[in-house]
């Protein structure tokens, strides 16, 4: 009972605290009218909200989703297969090029590298003897040449001794070649050591640590994911419709749900010119900076691209449209009555509320031009009339009348980026704090 009763008294808290939203809550709920007003058939006339419509043009916009990379985004593999005796960093430690990870076990690595280097000495000793064969028979064959001049030799013997000089230089080249493959072999063994210490390829922080002592790897198993954060870069995908009014250079704006500020500015910074042989889509970059943190790689952001504007024509907010249920057509509930003169004070749980008299209004269909990111351009409306943004379902399906809350045009923008139920969390929210 008395958690019952807390909870109660905490509900009635937080309704003295929505002045400027209650009339959101009520017309959602269905039962914003006054029951002391009727019309003529003795009907509650609800309440909706209104603004009037302008005239102008909109910002073309291509709304995309985008996912968050950091600059120099990699993704740490080892290059030999060995057990992990020791790590050198966790998730979220900064690291500069060069500096020292994971260190895999080398014994079998050094014993491999001594093994080639007693190979090249053996080489080395196989070609000081080729080299002291072939000069003894070089020297061998000299005399012979010299006998053979005097006819102090026979012929064959001559050939024997010129056939035994070209065998020593084949050997000679097979040591030296030796010599050469030991040197490489020294070279790859001590390549393969190197790799035993895993370095940061970049600057950057590390993250997706899948890393344990112990742990047998081999080039197949990830390690880290290493990139900059201070800098990142936002992927979206561009169908190739898209690249014929998407450029290079043309503002962006980025938003997500964890951005205080609602939106980042960004030019696109590049374009791939090679597109999917099958989806038919290519890849555009846009790079950002990001000094308080406020994005992580992975995360997926909304994605303004501007690339124009629309031709002049009336403008209303979003939450204006409506589409008719009995006809399906799209149009507007608009009343042409002077709502500012006929606006009076109403108290509905405990607000004051500025309420018209009852007006009648009329849904008239619209012709969309274009749409924008909270506005739409649209035909069939004259800039001046004003049009209902909330509540639209309470009226009949070709006219009704309705008692009036005006707003203004940055009211109802802000209205338009917020559900009525986030509104009550915020508000239930502050109420918490407060406690």
Known sequence: ???SL???ISINSVKHKITALVL?????????????VTNNNDKFVPSVQTVQAEYGSLPLTERLTGVVKAKNQVELFPQISAVITEIYVVNGDIVKKGDPLVKLRDIEYQEKLKQAEANYLIASAQRKQAEAELNKILLELKRTEALAEKDLTSDSELEDVKTRAISAEADLDLAKARVDQSLATIDERKENLSRTTIRAPVSGSIGNRNAEIGMQVNPNTRL?????LSSLKIEVVLTDLMLNYISVGQRSEISAANIPSDRLEASLSRISPFLNPVTHSTIAEIDVKNPNGQLNPGMFVTVDIFYGESEQATIVPLSALYENPSTGVTGVYVTRDSLMLKLKTTT???NPIELSEPVKFEFVPIEIVAKGRMQAGIRGLDPGDWVITLGQNLLGSKSDSARVNVLDWDRVEELQKMQSQDLLKKVMNEEQREK
Not at 25 to 36: M, Q, T, V
Not at 224 to 228: D, V
């Open 1 to 3: 009972m008395e958690t």
């Open 6 to 8: 807390n909870y109660k």
């Open 348 to 350: 509905i749980s405990d």
């Open 24 to 36: 959101i809550f009520i017309i959602l709920a269905g039962c914003g009218s006054d029951p002391n």
């Open 224 to 228: 880290f994911t290493l990139g900059e």
